[in-house]
Nanobody, 126 residues
């Protein structure tokens, strides 16, 4: 069992920045890929970014390319999502997820992500 806890959400004006953190505990050696997802009210959960354990296989949603950066500190079992140039469309609850399979990324079905955090709210105002 892997537990994930997100932090770093908050309210920011458009154009601002936030950094989300995701701390993993439990059977962390089973984690291969970590990802960030978001869900806005009335919308489906969508993938934002994912990164394999080796840091090579990184995938971003088209809407955040060039603005968001995912990173991992494997030694500290923590993943980060640096969000710059935030837009009102980025307002959502952001979730951290972990997968055991190396090939997992945000384009794969959600059921492949075996652990989820409780989410952290990000609100971007104009």
């Amino acid at each position: 069992q892997v537990q994930l806890v997100e932090s770093g959400g908050g309210s920011v004006q458009a154009g601002g920045s936030l950094t989300l953190s995701c701390a993993a505990s439990g059977y962390v050696n089973r984690i291969s890929t970590m990802g960030w997802f978001r869900q806005a009210p009335g919308k489906e959960r969508e993938g934002v970014a994912s990164m394999a354990r080796n840091g090579v296989r990184t995938v971003y949603h088209d809407s955040v390319k060039g603005r968001f950066t995912i990173s991992r500190d494997v030694a500290k079992n923590t993943a980060f999502l640096q969000m710059n140039s935030l837009q009102s469309e980025d307002t959502a609850t952001y979730f951290c997820a972990a997968a055991q399979l190396t090939y997992m990324n945000i384009c794969q079905p959600l059921k492949g992500w075996v652990s989820w955090g409780q989410g952290t709210q990000v609100t971007v105002s104009l």
